[in-house]
């Protein structure tokens, strides 16, 4: 299990030019290890800066970061050692395959880090089975599947690199519910199943409800909240005032305790207001 810590970080875009614009201000943070961290914030808000930052593609203006314990820009030369175990996928990656095969453009990233042909086939065959990705597919071009299915092999060719971190910026973003859930679904148990170090930066507050163990909230390039899913959704009226939502279903126990209904608003996930609900009847009843 791999804990990430920020030391004073912050990030300046075009330093010292009028076009100066600072995109994380002092961050001190802490993500735990062999969990999955959501972060969320509105457009603008540093989630998409900290997350190079994270994976090396950006260097800090000020301030250090820790991945294991080591500082990743202690040496600058062996920096693309750290994009091995800090895997980043970004939004829309589907964008970016281009290999002949879907085998191949799994293993691309494997092959790069130098494994053998054993280990790559066993690489490729297990991301596949955790992004949903059938056999049958691995000598079809990437360009001849769906949006999702090219969505999913690109998630494979990170989690094939099996990164201590992986990192998933909007992995969901514009699919159908099925696909979302084939995807989030897919990390979920990639992350149960590896105990890894997971990130998912996601505007659904149903997703994030739903997939993390723990959130980050953002605005103005500061972190403003982190803490357990029942920590951040019970403060509703602050994120609404950041720009942010809360989960529907939490909208709508709000209403119904609103209206006078004897519940327990606190709650998140369908799952939990199904719960709840049903031991109000039986309570009622009895």
Not at 233 to 255: H, Y
Request: with cysteine; proline share 3%; hydrophobic share 40%.
């Amino acid at each position: 299990m791999t804990d990430i810590e920020l030391k004073n970080v912050s990030y300046v875009y075009s330093a010292e030019t009028p076009f100066e614009k600072a995109a994380l201000t002092n961050i001190n943070l802490k993500i735990n290890g062999g969990i999955i961290t959501g972060l969320m914030g509105h457009t603008g808000s540093g989630k998409s800066t900290l997350v190079q930052l994270l994976n090396g593609l950006l260097k800090p203006t000020s301030g250090q970061i820790f991945v294991g314990g080591v500082d990743i820009w202690a040496e600058p030369k062996k920096i693309r050692d750290v994009r091995f175990k800090v895997g980043l996928v970004f939004q829309y990656p589907e964008y970016q395959l281009f290999e002949e095969t879907v085998y191949k453009d799994i293993a691309f990233g494997p092959i790069n880090m130098g494994l053998d042909e054993t280990e790559v086939d066993t690489r490729v065959r297990g991301a596949a089975i955790f992004t949903h990705i059938d056999e049958s597919l691995f000598e079809k071009s990437p360009f001849e599947l769906s949006g999702g299915q090219r969505r999913r092999v690109a998630i494979a060719g990170v989690m094939a690199m099996e990164p201590e971190v992986l990192i998933l910026d909007e992995p969901a973003a514009g699919l159908d519910p099925m696909g979302r859930e084939e995807i989030l679904g897919g990390v979920w148990s990639y992350q149960r199943n590896r105990k890894s170090t997971v990130i998912i930066v996601s505007h659904s507050m149903e997703d994030m409800a739903r997939y993390s163990d723990r959130i980050i909230v953002m605005n103005q390039s500061e972190i403003i909240m982190h803490g357990t899913c029942h920590e951040i959704f019970k403060r509703s009226n602050e994120l609404i005032n950041v720009g942010l939502d809360i989960p529907q279903i939490t909208q709508l126990m709000l209403e119904l305790k609103n209206r006078g209904a004897d519940i327990n608003a606190d709650i998140f996930t369908v799952e939990a207001a199904k719960d709840e609900i049903l031991s109000k009847i039986r309570t009622n009843r009895s």
